[in-house]
């Protein structure tokens, strides 16, 4: 008769763990296999007013700007392994989270509001400190970075026209420039954040 009885323990759906445990209930050892990186990270910021330097000003032009009332801010980094797949989960889960606060006190999604979406490139999300300073090797390559962020972006724009409340409100979703670095300016009913992660 065997020592030992194997015990397999779930946590969360995400990661299994199998543990060698003795008949005095001694622990002899433990095999983990770690959840999935996540291909993405957002933090969400409800706000009144949200206005973003897309382009900085020269000696042609002044600097231009996008901007929306109230609604929601979304900040975006995507890891190397990040795939289209991941896309659609992304912009249905941030569409539908009931994150904005109504008049009325209730929460609510940004198409039940109905608000607008600023949607900023965020590639310090990525960040990892290393002694002093801080350290980006797991994200994404810009090239394929791009592409992601710009089929993320075209995704909610269409997602968000369907909704028949926001048609008749007449909101909207603006978005930053990729790799560029940019000026914002926040008028928040917060602080209420969220970081979710893909």
């Not at 392994?81 to 569409?95: F, P, Q, R, S």
């Not at 039940?112 to 350290?135: C, D, H, N, R």
């Amino acid at each position: 008769m065997s020592m030992f009885d194997d015990v397999f323990i779930a946590s969360g759906g995400a990661c299994l763990t199998r543990k060698r445990v003795s008949k005095t209930g001694r622990h002899r050892f433990r095999m983990t296999e770690k959840a999935d990186s996540p291909q993405a990270r957002t933090v969400l910021q409800q706000c009144l007013y949200a206005r973003l330097q897309v382009k900085p000003a020269d000696d042609q032009s002044e600097a231009e700007w996008v901007e929306i009332d109230r609604g929601m801010v979304v900040y975006i980094c995507f890891f190397k392994g990040a795939t289209e797949d991941i896309i659609t989960k992304m912009v249905n889960t941030l569409l539908n989270l009931k994150l904005c606060e109504a008049d009325s006190g209730k929460y609510v999604s940004v198409l039940e509001l109905p608000g607008s979406v600023l949607i900023v490139p965020q590639a310090t999300l990525g960040g990892k400190a290393k002694g002093k300073g801080m350290q980006y090797h797991n994200n994404i390559r810009k090239e394929e970075g791009l592409q992601l962020y710009s089929n993320f972006v075209s995704l909610f724009e269409k997602e968000l026209a369907l909704s028949s409340k926001s048609s008749e409100t007449g909101t909207i979703v603006k978005h930053g420039t990729y790799g560029n670095r940019q000026v914002l300016k926040l008028d928040t009913n917060g602080p209420y954040t969220h970081l979710m992660e893909f």
